[in-house]
Structures are given as C-alpha cells and as structure tokens.
C-alpha cells in the first residue's frame, strides 16, 4: 500500500466531496460561484478531506455525513487559503493566478467570509453540537495562528515554541479537526476520539514542517512556488531558526542582516542572500535535522493509532502520515 494507491481508492468519494464542497459556493452573486470554480478546478490533492474519510473507515462509519464534513473541512481550508494568498500578496498557487490577481482582494476577502459563514451554516443543519464546537475552535485558532505569524514576520529570535504554535494553528487544527469528526460521527469512545485528534494534530504539524522544508529544496514545478519563497517573505521556518541556533556570532549577525535585507524587488540582492543562507544549511545539517525532527512527529503521530486494532484503516492512515516525508524534495 502507497500514498498513491491511496488516493485512487478514494478518487470517487473525493469527487463527491468536490461537488458538495462547490455547492458550498452557491450564491445569487455570480461572483462568488466563479471564485469557486476557479479554485476547485486548480486541484490540490484534498489531504485534509481524505484524512476524514480513512478515519471514518477506521472507525467503521458508511453515512452520507462523512462527505458533507469533508467538503465542509475543504471549505474552510480554503477560506483560508483565499485569505492566506491575499495576506501574503501571492499571484501564483498551484502554478495558475491566485483568485485576488483576477477579481481583486475585496472580492476574495469576502468570498472567503462567504465560505467560512456558509460551512459553518450547512454544518450547523446537522445538529451535532460536540461537531460545532470543534469546527469553531479550528477555525479560531487558524486565524490566532495566522495573526501570530503576522506578528513575527522577519523576527529572527522567534522561538521553536513560537514556530510550533504557528504551525499547530494553521495547519495542525483542521487535520485535528477532520479525524475528531470522524469519530465523532461514528460515536467512538472520548478515548480513542483523542487518539485521532492527537493524530491528526501530529500530522497535520509534519505536514507544514516537511512544507517549510521543501521550500528550501523543491524546485518550483514540486510545489507551484519558487526556492526560498519564506525567506523572502519574512517567514522565519524550523530551517532558519535551527540554523540560527547553532551557527557563530558572526553567521548569526550574517544571517539576521539577510532576513531585515530581503526585498522581493532586489532579485539580485534576494538571490544573493538566499544562496547564502543555502550554504549554511548545507555547512550546519540544518535541513537534515530539521527532517529528523518531523520523522520523529510523524512516529510520534502513527504511535496515537496503537489503541485501534490492526487493519488496513489503520494501515492505510499510517501511510498518509508517512506521505508528509515523502514528497518531492
């Protein structure tokens, strides 16, 4: 069993998700549906979707509900994407123009509003009270997470717990968020409920860990972003901030002269800077033990699974996990 054998086995009910997660952008305001279909159509792989749907499996749950939390669970995340590119001032996602370099950042500020508000909607239809209370907490904790990234744009003496907060926030909680459900829908025990929570949370934290990796060594046609798109945006990942754990007084200096230095608009001097800092990487290991320590999460994660039986569920969300690590690099 592959990540990819994975994701074919479920292509159909991913489809499914597709089309509920586009009725979520229904509206009388052609606009909204246009942004929509501009964004579905861009792919994306629907980690966090199939992450709802194998635990669902694992916890033997077949109803309808599982897709419509899962275009639900999409929804949001992209809410936040349309958000995050705006934020950032992306022209690119997946390699086509961000939706706020065709409409405008007030058209998709609001769609995304529109998209939050009408998940939340559809999923309050459904009753389930514990359901809600975890789509909330996700849903406010991804914004604190992003106003706290905000906050340490270009700070070089963010800490590791900093870092860490970060990214539980902006990725950890809705992969969190997808394997509650899941149990939750299919009335599992508070025990093993806060296995896939803790799962998911892990995982979901190995994600963004490999993501802020790759953005060091993947090529542009990888990740649909250029090499060292973080540097230039201030974002200081686990990468950097090992580095300048562990470099000398004078690298150090070095380095925070770099990141206070970066200009998108100075392609030379940003080039510049980031092949310096690729050098240090490469003297120092830092990417190597920035690895270890997303393997050490990801054991960590498939460890949470050990309280449901073994089986080809279980099996198969231990893959996905491993899936964080083995991505193009």
Request: some cysteine; hydrophobic content about 40%; proline content about 2%.
């Amino acid at each position: 069993m592959n990540a990819k054998k994975i994701f074919a086995d479920y292509s159909e009910e991913l489809k499914v998700v597709d089309k509920k997660l586009l009725g979520i952008f229904e509206s009388n305001v052609f606009l909204i549906p246009m942004v929509g279909q501009h964004i579905i159509s861009g792919g994306g792989k629907r980690i966090r979707p199939l992450f709802l749907l194998l635990c669902a499996d694992l916890c033997g749950y077949k109803g309808q509900n599982r897709s419509l939390f899962a275009a639900i669970i999409e929804a949001i995340h992209t809410a936040s994407l349309l958000h995050d590119d705006v934020i950032d001032g992306a022209d690119t996602r997946r390699g086509r123009p961000t939706a706020h370099s065709i409409w405008g950042n007030q058209v998709v500020v609001l769609t995304g509003d529109f998209l939050y508000s009408n998940a939340l909607r559809l999923a309050v239809a459904q009753r389930n009270q514990k359901i809600m209370e975890t789509l909330s907490e996700a849903t406010t904790r991804m914004t604190e997470g992003e106003i706290l990234q905000l906050n340490k744009i270009g700070d070089p003496d963010i800490t590791e717990d900093e870092y860490f907060q970060i990214i539980s926030a902006k990725t950890g909680v809705l992969i969190s968020a997808a394997c509650r459900i899941a149990a939750i829908l299919s009335e599992q025990s508070e025990e093993k409920e806060m296995a896939l929570l803790r799962f998911g949370m892990k995982t979901g934290i190995a994600f963004q860990l490999a993501d802020d990796i790759l953005d060091y060594v993947a090529e542009q046609r990888d990740l649909g972003k250029r090499l060292g798109k973080d540097l230039e945006e201030g974002k200081i990942t686990m990468p950097l901030i090992y580095l300048l754990k562990v470099v000398s007084e004078h690298e150090s200096d070095e380095i925070r002269k770099i990141i206070k230095w970066q200009r998108p608009e100075d392609k030379e001097q940003a080039n510049n800077g980031l092949n310096r800092i690729l050098e240090l990487f490469s003297k120092y290991n830092a990417i190597e033990e920035s690895l270890k320590i997303a393997r050490s999460i990801i054991d960590e994660a498939k460890s949470e699974l050990d309280i449901f039986p073994d089986c080809k569920e279980r099996d198969a969300l231990m893959v996905m996990a491993e899936y964080a690590m083995q991505r193009e690099r």
